[in-house]
């Protein structure tokens, strides 16, 4: 069934614009370098990458790169149902968030925790938010406690 899904979903992207292509396949690549640096470099070395912690971007300005940021919201969609690898909230965050700093859109990624009763578990989550769009994250994001936001 997982492999059918992977079928249907590569046939979409050959479906595409060339532009919409491209933005998949960059971020398909920036999602395998983001898996590696998540796998094997400790987090205290790459945090600057994510920006200043407990700083926040601007919730305005992002309708002039209103196409941009719809077409990186989508290729990271996409990409995180055609990727062999891990590729979960996340890896769609830090990957969105790579994808618009190249553009120069200010964007802040954002860790939360929950208390899974059921489970007797902590749960972790990740999302991005430029202007005041969530891009990646956002379904249940709101039952997450922040803990940390880089800008």
Same mark, same amino acid.
Request: net charge positive; proline share 3%.
């Given at each position: 069934?997982? *492999?059918? !899904?992977? @079928?249907f979903s590569l046939?979409?992207?050959?479906?595409?614009?060339?532009?919409?292509?491209l933005f998949l396949v960059e971020a398909i690549i920036t999602s395998g370098i983001i898996r590696f640096?998540? *796998?094997? !470099?400790? @987090?205290r070395k790459f945090a600057s990458f994510l920006g200043e912690q407990d700083k926040s971007s601007p919730t305005d300005n992002i309708a002039a790169h209103a196409s941009k940021i719809e077409k990186i919201r989508l290729a990271v969609a996409r990409t995180s149902?055609?990727?062999?690898?891990?590729?979960?909230?996340?890896?769609q965050a830090f990957t969105a968030k790579i994808l618009l700093q190249r553009r120069n859109i200010p964007s802040t990624l954002y860790f939360g925790v929950r208390k899974n009763s059921s489970e007797n578990k902590?749960?972790?989550h990740a999302w991005l938010r430029t202007g005041n769009r969530i891009i990646t994250g956002k379904k249940n994001m709101h039952t997450?406690?922040?803990?940390?936001r880089f800008s």
């Amino acid at each position: 069934m997982h *492999l059918y !899904i992977n @079928m249907f979903s590569l046939k979409k992207i050959f479906t595409t614009s060339f532009s919409d292509y491209l933005f998949l396949v960059e971020a398909i690549i920036t999602s395998g370098i983001i898996r590696f640096i998540i *796998l094997f !470099i400790p @987090m205290r070395k790459f945090a600057s990458f994510l920006g200043e912690q407990d700083k926040s971007s601007p919730t305005d300005n992002i309708a002039a790169h209103a196409s941009k940021i719809e077409k990186i919201r989508l290729a990271v969609a996409r990409t995180s149902r055609v990727t062999p690898w891990r590729c979960m909230c996340y890896e769609q965050a830090f990957t969105a968030k790579i994808l618009l700093q190249r553009r120069n859109i200010p964007s802040t990624l954002y860790f939360g925790v929950r208390k899974n009763s059921s489970e007797n578990k902590i749960d972790a989550h990740a999302w991005l938010r430029t202007g005041n769009r969530i891009i990646t994250g956002k379904k249940n994001m709101h039952t997450f406690k922040e803990i940390a936001r880089f800008s």
